[in-house]
Every structure is written in C-alpha cells, then in structure tokens.
C-alpha cells in the first residue's frame, strides 16, 4: 500500500459535491486528455456522457451534469469565475453546442449527449460515467470513470490518487503504525512524523507554505459565508443563516475586511453560549458557500468541507494555540487521519453513507485539535476514534439530492462533536481505551458494506423520502 499526501486530502475545491461534482468535472478533463492522446479534438464529431447510479439519481442537485459539462468545455474548477457558471451552462443549453475543451464547437443537446441513467448502475462503483467520443471517420473512443470520493476518480484499470502516491519512509496506513513509528524515532508529536513523510513530495518549507495558503482559503470562505445572505439556489428555499447570526453575535459591530471583522470575532464575549454558536457560524458558513458552487475547502469532502474549517477557526478565535505552526500542525495531522479512512474504508458517502462524510471529518478535526492542545500521540488517534465511533451509521439522505438538508446543519454538529472528542482524549489515558481508531475504521467499513444502498447519497431514504418537498 502506497502513501497519501495530506494535501490531497485537504485540498481547494468547488462546491456543491466532491464525489459529484468535483470528480465528474475531473473525468471530463481526464476524457479530454485521452482524446489528445488517441486523436485530436477537432476530429471530434459527438461526444456522449451518461451517469449512473448515485450520480444520476442525485445529479441535478449535486450539479453533476453542470459539471460533466463545463469539464468538458474545458474549464477547471480551481480557476473557473464561481459567478460565471450559471451563464456558461444557459450558453450550452441555449444554443446545443458546446465548445469541446475549449477548442472545437460541437453540437450538444442536453438530454441526448448527456443523460442522466437513474435506473443502472455499473458494477466497479456507485459512481459511475461514461464517456463517448465519436469521430469524423466513424470510430469511437469509450471510457468508463468511478467518482470514489473526496474528487478522486477511478477507472476498473487505475486509480486517479495512485499518479500522486509514493512510498514514504514510514509507512502511516493504520493508527497502530502511526504509533509505532512515533516510538521507533523518539518523536513526540504526530505531526513530526508527518512532516517526515511529507518530505517524499515537498520540502519543510513547501509544506508549510502549503498549509498556510489552504488556511487562508479557509478563512476567505468563512468570510463570503459569513456576508451573504439571501435563499440557496435548487428549489428548496433553504436560507442562509450564517450572515444572520454572525451580525447578532457582533451585535451591530461593523468591519470593512477579513483581518476587522476576525478581530471582532476574537474579542466577542466569550460564554460557552456565545463559543457554541460562533462554531456552528463558521460551518454554516462554509457549507452555505459550498451549496452554491462557491469555492471551498475539500476536507476530505464537499459535504463535509465545514467542520475543519469551524473547529480551525475556533481554535484560533477562542484558545491560546494561534501561532501558524499550530495552524500548520493542525492541518498535517487532520490530513494524515483523513488518508486512514481514504485507505482502509472509504470517503465516498456514496459507498458509506455520511459517516464516510462527517463522520470522517469530525475524526480529522478532533485529532487535529488534539494535537495543537498539547495532546499526546496516542490522544490524539484517540480523539480520532472518539469522534468517529459517535459518527456510526450515519446515512446520507439529501433532500431533493442536494447538499443542504440536513447536510449543512450537519457540519456544525460534526465540528462541536470534534471538540468534545477532543476534549474527551485530552483528560483521558488512550492506554486504557477499549477501542481503538484501527478497529473503528473497520468498524466503519463493516457498517458501510452492511447499510441500505437508499441511505448511500441516493435521495430514496431517511429524510429524503419523510419529507414531502415538490421535485426542483
């Protein structure tokens, strides 16, 4: 088994779904480059795209089609103007065309080259596509691609992560191992280690740089959350509340830019109250963005993209580890029990239900927490279980497919969830523990295998079925 770099684990992203939006877009872009290598694009006469399973059954909310087609078209979702995107796909649909990878217009009728199969799945996964591109001289190239989580996609022959897996110098696949390397050098911190092994892709100082650049990306979404208001888009009238209820807890204290308005956070009152709410604020505020194809923080998914952020930000608002070596520390080891799950069971909530999600999440930021708080090793992979076994066999049921009933609410409770877990490991002894994180991550992928495919990002279960809203 090969290593996992933190950063692709906690990486820039676009909203609404990593496994549904961002993977299918990085498809697109992967079908382009076969092409390229076969043929040429301008020998390209059509082009088809049909999902399945998972991704046709909830594509219109996650905005998969939105984004099979802008991938096409050759735009990459870390670039892309955010405010464009609704006028590029008016375009395609307005006019049956569409400019293949930005070099060659072609015609595209939406409903014909891309359709949405809700009724088959293929067999490798859930999340399943396939590309067609037929030719001026009558042949075709096919491609099937599996959207496995986190943006990662996969074909039956290979896995998109494994262009970016190395071997690093001590192996970190379980929590036992984390453990026993830590023993084995006489480190005494997680993120020594991990800092060791991310010497396999970068140095000391690109790491660090790395880090910091995805923590001030955090804070910049925090701050579009926390200053829009208004209804999310897809028909479920769903309001955004983190602007509100940032106004009321500065109450009325006005700010003209990022570094005002988190000084006015960190001088707010500070009552277990006020802390609780400023928490669900920052989640909110993230998945808020994430909802409407804001750029975001994937950590280690979209639906799950604000309880990093939310248990980061308390930390630095509302304890005394600020310093960017605590922000550096947090996110390395956050990272590192992201890629435990990403190898031993999945991040897919399309394979796992939102445990896989939130669930994941939660086990990251508790360990990262841990960790800047003066944790020991084996606190901080205890704070990991802690916050993941109170995760188990959490469904995933999205209303009307989309990520925001009850998934935006659900961050803020995965973040306070990941405090507490902290908290927890912190005044505990893990040597006494009677679980472990390795066979909770079983545990986990036990639960996973075991649960109803209506409760596995179909919208067929749970919420999505209890709750009577009119199609959008």
């Not at 078209?73 to 670039?79: D, L, T, Y």
């Not at 909110?284 to 194809?293: R, T, Y």
């Not at 248990?311 to 947090?330: E, G, K, P």
Request: with cysteine; hydrophobic share 40%.
């Amino acid at each position: 088994m090969q290593s996992i770099s933190v950063f692709e684990i906690i990486k820039v992203g676009i909203g609404p779904s990593s496994s549904h939006t961002m993977g299918p877009w990085n498809a697109a872009e992967m079908f382009l480059d076969l092409i390229r290598r076969n043929r040429s694009i301008q020998d390209v006469q059509e082009i088809y795209l049909e999902f399945f399973g998972s991704l046709a059954k909830t594509g219109i909310g996650h905005g998969t089609d939105i984004a099979g087609m802008l991938g096409l078209s050759g735009e990459n979702f870390k670039r892309i103007d955010t405010t464009k995107i609704d006028e590029k796909i008016a375009e395609i649909k307005v006019s049956n065309q569409l400019n293949l990878g930005g070099e060659k217009i072609i015609p595209f009728v939406y409903g014909h080259h891309l359709v949405l199969n809700m009724r088959n799945s293929l067999d490798f996964h859930p999340n399943g596509m396939i590309f067609k591109a037929v030719f001026s001289d009558g042949t075709s190239l096919e491609q099937d691609y599996y959207s496995v989580g986190g943006g990662f996609v996969a074909t039956k022959e290979e896995n998109s992560i494994q262009s970016h897996c190395v071997r690093t110098l001590y192996p970190c696949h379980s929590g036992s191992a984390i453990l026993k390397n830590i023993e084995k050098l006489k480190l005494n911190r997680v993120s020594d280690l991990v800092y060791l092994n991310e010497e396999s892709w970068r140095t000391k100082e690109q790491t660090d740089a790395e880090a910091l650049y995805i923590w001030q990306q955090i804070k910049e979404c925090i701050y579009k959350g926390v200053n829009k208001e208004g209804v999310l888009p897809g028909g479920l009238n769903v309001s955004r509340r983190a602007a509100g209820l940032n106004k009321k807890l500065l109450g009325g204290k006005t700010y003209t830019n990022i570094d005002e308005w988190f000084k006015l956070v960190v001088d707010a009152e500070e009552t277990f109250n006020t802390i609780n709410k400023w928490v669900s604020c920052f989640a909110l505020a993230v998945n808020e963005e994430n909802a409407s194809f804001g750029r975001i923080i994937t950590a280690p998914t979209n639906g799950a993209s604000g309880v990093i952020p939310a248990v980061l930000m308390y930390a630095q608002a509302f304890t005394d580890h600020v310093s960017d070596d605590d922000i550096i520390r947090f996110i390395l080891v956050a990272g590192e029990i992201g890629t435990l799950f990403k190898k031993n069971a999945t991040i897919s909530a399309a394979m796992g239900g939102c445990q896989a999600e939130v669930g994941v999440s939660a086990a990251m930021a508790a360990a990262g927490l841990t960790e800047i708080m003066g944790g020991t090793p084996g606190q901080v992979v205890m704070a990991a279980e802690i916050a993941m076994e109170h995760h188990l066999g959490m469904t995933c049921d999205p209303i009307a497919g989309l990520v925001q009933i009850p998934c935006i609410e659900r961050n803020s409770m995965g973040a306070m969830k990941a405090i507490t877990a902290a908290n927890i490991a912190i005044e505990s002894d893990p040597n006494k523990a009677r679980v472990t994180l390795d066979e909770v991550i079983q545990s986990m992928w036990d639960t996973a295998q075991s649960m109803n495919e209506r409760f596995k990002e179909t919208s067929e279960g749970g919420l999505a079925i209890a709750v009577n809203v009119a199609e959008c």
